[in-house]
């Protein structure tokens, strides 16, 4: 027998969260570990759970949950909202207006590892991406500053408007440690402020 695709529903709103529950216990090729609300369980518990999947409909908990993939299902159809999402680590974004059987092909799909996002969006990643690789200074430049390899993996994000608690999520360390690189960040390169971390590389 194929092995079974372990999801953890974590919905704020309980009608949406029992109704994928109940999609999903139908098929046998998912176990429902867990259905519940956001808030009501740890990080800890999340990474216990041996979920491969977590399906949410908000972005109201860390992302942090061993080597499951993170999906949100009913979400607004909204640029900032997706941009922020895919930020945080989330593998697949399905709009407020999708069908049980969208949800249910987001659900496969992002357990294969395969990212999943309404089609429209994609022109929004490409847009992203190029914005950033047009705005952004060089890793030859970031390291011309002297920058340690962190230092400059830090620099694009604090480019894209990311906190210190967001990057810390995003390449797994501590918030204070994120602090510690961004204040030596600025003291490299003469900025004053986050905002003028960019400016300063690009005139270096």
Do not use: W
């Not at 953890?8 to 999903?24: F, G, T, W, Y």
């Not at 949100?72 to 680590?89: C, E, H, P, Q, Y």
């Amino acid at each position: 027998m194929d092995k079974t695709t372990g999801v953890l529903v974590l919905c704020r709103n309980r009608l949406l969260r029992e109704s994928i529950a109940r999609i999903l216990a139908k098929r046998a090729e998912f176990e429902v570990i867990a259905t519940t609300g956001t808030g009501t369980i740890s990080q800890e518990e999340m990474v216990d759970s041996g979920a491969s999947v977590v399906v949410m409909d908000s972005l109201e908990c860390q992302l942090e949950s061993g080597s499951a993939k993170f999906l949100l299902v009913a979400m607004r159809d909204d640029r900032k909202d997706f941009l922020t999402a895919i930020r945080r680590g989330v593998l697949g974004y399905v709009l407020e207006d999708a069908s049980a059987a969208d949800v249910l092909s987001a659900i496969r799909a992002v357990a294969r590892g395969v990212a999943i996002c309404p089609p429209h969006y994609l022109r929004v990643l490409f847009d992203t991406v190029a914005g950033q690789c047009s705005e952004l200074p060089s890793n030859h430049r970031r390291a011309q500053t002297g920058l340690t390899i962190r230092e400059q993996q830090i620099v694009p994000l604090i480019g894209r408007g990311l906190a210190n608690k967001e990057i810390a999520n995003q390449l797994g360390l501590s918030e204070q440690t994120v602090k510690n690189h961004v204040h030596r960040i600025l003291r490299k390169v003469g900025a004053e402020d986050r905002l003028g971390i960019s400016d300063a590389l690009l005139t270096a």
